[in-house]
């Protein structure tokens, strides 16, 4: 073989975090759907929206916490937590973020009416 078929891209670091965390998200949220976005769409989407019951989510992976972002996915992340729940994920903050996840999809409280 030839040496540079050892070579590993970031690239690929990354797309086996995402596929990974694809099968965690799955396990977490049984019947969940999740879709790869398409960002020669929309520059800067993020990767992942994640449906669950009645909530959504979308992710943007990176390899790890100092991998580079890419022209516009700080602008959709943070539109996009605006708007329901979105974050940059990594290796090393993947449980911090899941448990917030897990806390956005929690079905919401019904309101107690108080006694008149």
């Not at 590993?8 to 086996?16: A, F, I, L, Q, T």
């Not at 943007?60 to 916490?65: L, P, T």
Request: net charge positive; with cysteine; hydrophobic share 35%.
């Amino acid at each position: 073989m030839a040496p540079f078929l050892f070579f590993r891209s970031p690239k690929m670091r990354e797309n086996k975090f995402q596929a990974a965390l694809k099968k965690e998200l799955k396990d977490m949220f049984p019947g969940c759907y999740i879709f790869k976005l398409d960002a020669n769409d929309i520059q800067g989407i993020p990767d992942l929206l994640v449906l669950y019951n009645d909530k959504w989510a979308t992710l943007e992976c990176k390899r790890s916490q100092n991998a580079s972002r890419r022209h516009n996915q700080d602008y959709y992340v943070a539109d996009m937590d605006r708007l329901s729940f979105s974050r940059f994920i990594c290796p090393e903050n993947k449980e911090e973020v899941l448990d917030e996840l897990q806390r956005a999809f929690r079905p919401a409280r019904k309101a107690r009416r108080s006694k008149p």
